[in-house]
């Protein structure tokens, strides 16, 4: 009976072995939010979820970042765990870096790797944009604060002088006023900012918050000789919460007034466009540059930072004009040109879900009023 040789066993394991994955893991790999890729012990790349390649980080059968590259190599060698964050370069020119925190593991005993790479883009982003409000307010606090207690001191000093301690007693009125409008426009802001809706909606008729709005910057008008002029359509109403407009149009209000000369006017018009209405404030004053049109929005950003300081602006006005609009569904829109002053529109949903249609414009409206 002839007997059958016995055929000879591979050293290591096989290129199929290799190249299998352990059982299970693609269906994990499948759900998992992250990018996700497993790496043959060639550094090939036997498996990449979507999110992986939309990100850049697969081409091919090959990782494209040297990085996590060097990393898989790392955790292939000692069987350790590693985690590290790394930056991804963008698709395209122009496009900001990715940062992604990973996770390198050994997956079975065939030399096989797997790679989860979290992007951390956003996050990075919303903690910046928390240390900036941090730095700012803290900044925005630090003048008055600091300005009352050399106050405080200066008065305990001139105790003798009845004069004197009047002055310094209406210059601490001034900075206390002023801390006060700071903390109450960070309550205001911290109350909208967050997206939610308005919780308890109403009707609110459009004349009475013009008039409010008015009424409430007529002191500051006054002292300039600015005169505050109500126009437009009577009788308009939109949905919302009437306080919080009341707080954006005396925000537009207030702004138009600091930043204006004296002896002009300040027009307030209301009037329906389709299914919105709209209620711009418009001013004779210096204008802003194109170049900071795009940021005038951003809490704290100050065209002219010095007289904003001067007139007592808490740089969040508005910032809180914006989130008003976003909260009720609408937009609030900016034109200026240096030297002809501005107009800032703020657009709310009709009451009912319909307007009057009206004809747009993209002129200057005190033109219109005069």
């Given amino acids: 009976m002839a007997v059958r040789p016995r055929e000879k066993q591979p050293d290591g394991p096989s290129e199929t072995t290799d190249n299998v994955l352990p059982q299970g893991v693609a269906s994990v790999l499948a759900v998992l939010p992250s990018s996700a890729v497993v790496l043959g012990r060639d550094d090939r790349v036997l498996r990449a979820s979507s999110a992986a390649r939309a990100f850049g980080l697969v081409k091919g059968d090959h990782l494209t970042a040297a990085e996590l590259l060097a990393l898989a190599r790392q955790v292939r060698r000692s069987g350790e765990i590693r985690e590290s964050e790394i930056e991804v370069a963008g698709n395209r020119f122009g496009v900001e870096p990715t940062t992604f925190a990973v996770r390198v593991a050994p997956l079975g005993t065939h030399g096989q790797v797997l790679v989860l790479a979290e992007d951390q883009t956003e996050r990075r982003r919303v903690e910046a944009v928390r240390r900036d409000f941090v730095a700012n307010v803290s900044h925005e606090l630090k003048t008055p604060v600091g300005a009352l207690s050399l106050l405080a001191e200066t008065v305990q000093d001139a105790a003798d002088d009845p004069v004197a301690v009047t002055r310094f007693a209406g210059r601490m009125q001034h900075e206390a006023a002023r801390l006060t409008y700071l903390v109450q426009d960070l309550i205001t802001l911290s109350r909208i900012q967050g997206g939610e809706p308005i919780p308890t909606p109403g009707c609110v008729p459009v004349d009475e918050v013009v008039h409010e709005a008015i009424d409430r910057c007529g002191t500051r008008a006054s002292v300039k000789e600015i005169a505050l002029v109500a126009g437009g359509t009577e009788g308009l109403r939109v949905w919302g919460d009437d306080e919080l407009l009341v707080t954006a149009l005396r925000n537009l209000i207030d702004n138009a007034v600091a930043y204006s000369p004296e002896n002009t006017r300040v027009v307030v018009c209301a009037r329906a466009t389709g299914d919105t209405v709209e209620i711009s404030v418009s001013d004779q004053g210096i204008g802003i540059p194109e170049s900071s049109l795009e940021r005038i929005f951003e809490r704290f950003f100050r065209v002219d930072a010095a007289r904003s300081r001067a007139t007592g602006g808490t740089g ?32 709310i949903p009709a009451f009912g879900g319909a307007a009057v249609a009206a004809p747009s414009s993209t002129t200057n409206p005190l033109e219109a009023a005069k």
């Fill in 316 to 347: 969040l006005g508005l910032a809180i004009v914006k989130h008003v609009a976003v909260a009720h569904g609408g937009e609030v829109t900016v034109w200026s040109k240096e030297g002809s002053g501005s107009t800032f529109t703020l657009r």
